[in-house]
């Protein structure tokens, strides 16, 4: 159980973290939030298809690439900066279900990743970057939200 405080709102919610079990698997609402903002964050770059020269299909060529290389660079980096918790048991580097995610590592890697995809596809990087920007805006906001409500 963890509790959710909106201080502007004088409001606090005891909720359970964990939505529902799959086969025993726990799947936790951050998670549900997580990849809710990726689905509609495609909805909405489909709507914008052609937008800035940019083609539908070379973004969901760039997101094969783009969404597991973020996941691992924000795991890297809260590994890199927080030693001391993997010191005793490294495979535990391995394991996401214990959290430790750093949002920075997730836009160093997004960032490299979309720069060497242009590169290669000769798109231009700031019209990608306004293509996708209202997604972006989204998974922002979904982050943002996390940081808002204290667990």
């Not at 214990?98 to 060497?116: K, P």
């Not at 990087?125 to 409500?149: E, F, H, Q, S």
């Amino acid at each position: 159980m963890g509790i959710v405080k909106f201080p502007l709102l004088n409001l606090e919610l005891i909720i359970n973290n964990i939505a529902f079990s799959i086969f025993g698997i726990e799947i936790y609402w951050y998670a549900i939030l997580m990849v809710s903002a990726i689905i509609i964050g495609i909805f909405i770059l489909k709507k914008r298809d052609g937008l800035y020269e940019i083609k539908f299909s070379d973004v969901i060529d760039l997101l094969v690439y783009l969404i597991p290389i973020s996941v691992i660079s924000a795991r890297l980096y809260y590994v890199i900066f927080n030693p001391k918790v993997f010191m005793g048991d490294p495979l535990q580097i391995l394991n996401l279900r214990t959290g430790g995610m750093a949002i920075y590592g997730g836009i160093i890697g997004g960032v490299a990743t979309s720069i060497i995809f242009c590169k290669k596809r000769n798109i231009k990087i700031l019209n990608l970057l306004d293509y996708m920007a209202p997604a972006l805006a989204l998974r922002t906001v979904n982050w943002k939200m996390g940081k808002l409500c204290k667990y």
